[in-house]
């Protein structure tokens, strides 16, 4: 009888310890599963479909983090274009000058106003000059915020008897900010100033 019960108290142990078993795999199994749902809602998420020339292309999207540099390069990039690319028009001065004060602080303005008060812009109308720039490259500090840069580029005036070739340095600042039409990258350029405008140099147009 004794031999009966303890065989039946040791069945009983070996139930109850395959229960927690069954029920430890069983937890272990749906959350797993929940996981690797999410995980796959989130991949698909960041799928993203382009309809170019009739074809579906497929695009990734990524976490702002990862993509802080590049953008931040190309927000400069912009400013710098929209600030020195100028014609002897005035509508289309004003109009590259706005857009780019779009991307500064009172920094920017206040060199536009300085440059304005100088008779530059007048001199390049009057002088059928056009400014052109390229950036060269953008340096960045990510270990502080706002994110320090310092921008170097090339202009080059054309007028019609010849073409000057200079280079700029300028540094300043990054925020963030919120994204809009006129700053699509959410940054904004604090304590901007040029560290250098020099002429490299001359070349006659020929005749």
Same mark, same amino acid.
């Given at each position: 009888?004794?031999? +009966?019960?303890?065989?039946?108290? !040791? ?18 199994? !749906? ?7 999410? +995980?796959? !809602? ?11 020339? $009739?074809?579906?292309? *497929? ?11 590049? *953008?931040?390069? /190309? ?30 602080? $009172? !920094?920017?303005?206040?060199?536009? /106003?300085?440059?304005? *008060? ?8 009057? =002088? ?7 950036? /060269? ?34 540094? =300043? ?12 990258? =959410? ?5 901007? *100033? ?10 006659? +147009?020929?005749?």
């Amino acid at each position: 009888m004794i031999s +009966q019960l303890k065989n039946i108290d !040791s069945a009983f142990k070996h139930i109850k310890l395959f229960s927690y078993v069954l029920i430890a795999a069983c937890v272990a199994i !749906s959350s797993f599963s929940v996981y690797k749902s999410y +995980q796959s !809602s989130t991949d698909f998420k960041n799928h993203i479909y382009i309809l170019a020339n $009739g074809k579906a292309l *497929e695009a990734f999207a990524a976490d702002r983090k990862s993509n802080i540099p590049v *953008e931040a390069r /190309d927000h400069i990039k912009v400013f710098h274009e929209d600030f020195f690319t100028l014609d002897p028009d005035d509508k289309q001065i004003q109009a590259n000058i706005t857009k780019a004060l779009y991307l500064a602080d $009172g !920094s920017a303005k206040t060199q536009y /106003d300085n440059l304005k *008060e100088s008779g530059f812009y007048a001199n390049l109308i009057s =002088g059928n000059i056009s400014q052109q720039i390229t950036v /060269d490259s953008v340096q960045l500090d990510m270990n502080q915020y706002p994110i320090y840069f310092k921008c170097f580029a090339t202009e080059k005036l054309v007028r019609t008897s010849s073409t000057v070739t200079r280079s700029l340095v300028t540094q =300043g600042y990054l925020r963030n900010v919120s994204r809009s039409d006129n700053n699509p990258h =959410g940054f904004l350029i604090e304590r901007w *100033e040029t560290l250098e405008n020099n002429d490299l140099s001359t070349k006659a +147009q020929q005749p």
